[in-house]
């Protein structure tokens, strides 16, 4: 029987299925490589923030975070900063889909040449915001980077996905996707990586991603990996409680802790744990994948 699994988390599924967009561009390809190449020249980072019309916390970045003087002098002084609107921008679209992109406001902060230094996503408080500066600002400065090469290159990706993105055809076929990944040579390579992630493919790829969180969190950052792993949790949390095992997930929770902040943690904690057994973790509203 073929199955269909939904990819789409909700600020993904808002963003491509619910705004009513006029078409208008004011990034461009070309605007991307221009603003890499004036840090290069200015010996500066990059920031580049992922967004939509219509999107509350992007919103609020914009009015209360971003303007902010301690933030404002970082970037100004650090950083060139690019902006791409995710459904007016085909460069929005491309780094999406480069980058596996979920939830808005994504952020990602690069060197000159294309490096990742790590990415983030979702509102960030003044202080929080201005953490995540200074933070890349000394990683970068030791040279250490992610695993994402530093191009887009677009014919690297097989059909499904480049349309999952760029046509929103977000409704993709498990065949399709497992088909793809089992030819691979290793499901820790980049774009297994990303279409995992980015197309929320389901269960039979849950404990191959849980085995490997260490790695796949150092190669690719905390975002899209503990976005996923939360997921993957509200999963188990299912199939532990048809036979009342808490002991299991509590069991795989603390495997995973590590990765995630002590906010984060008091949060997920608190949504997986509560009423075991005898609430249906699909009322949960926090659930990202059905």
Wanted: charge should be positive; include cysteine; glycine fraction near 4%.
């Amino acid at each position: 029987m073929k199955l269909i699994f939904k990819t789409a988390s909700a600020f993904l599924l808002l963003a491509w299925t619910s705004i009513a967009v006029n078409a208008q561009t004011s990034s461009t390809d070309e605007s991307w490589e221009l603003a890499k190449k004036q840090a290069k020249t200015e010996h500066k980072l990059i920031f580049a923030d992922l967004y939509f019309t219509g999107c509350a916390p992007c919103a609020e970045m914009e009015k209360d975070v971003f303007p902010d003087p301690k933030v404002a002098a970082i970037l100004k002084a650090d950083f060139v900063t690019f902006k791409s609107d995710i459904l007016k921008e085909e460069i929005g679209k491309k780094l999406c889909m480069k980058y596996g992109v979920t939830g808005f406001p994504t952020f990602l902060f690069l060197n000159a040449d294309g490096k990742v230094i790590d990415i983030a996503s979702g509102f960030q408080e003044v202080d929080q915001f201005t953490a995540l500066l200074q933070e890349a600002k000394e990683v970068a400065k030791k040279g250490v980077f992610k695993k994402y090469s530093p191009q887009i290159q677009e014919k690297e990706y097989p059909d499904f996905y480049q349309q999952a993105y760029m046509a929103n055809k977000r409704n993709v076929s498990f065949e399709a996707a497992d088909a793809y990944l089992k030819a691979q040579p290793s499901l820790l390579s980049e774009i297994p990586f990303v279409i995992i992630t980015g197309l929320r493919i389901g269960r039979q790829y849950d404990d191959f991603f849980l085995k490997n969180v260490n790695t796949l969190y150092a190669d690719y950052g905390k975002a899209s990996v503990t976005k996923h792993v939360f997921g993957i949790l509200q999963h188990k949390r299912k199939e532990f409680e048809k036979n009342n095992d808490l002991a299991s997930l509590k069991k795989i929770m603390a495997e995973v802790k590590p990765i995630f902040s002590a906010q984060e943690w008091t949060k997920f904690e608190g949504i997986l744990l509560k009423d075991f057994g005898a609430v249906n973790a699909a009322n949960n509203p926090y659930t990202l994948q059905k």
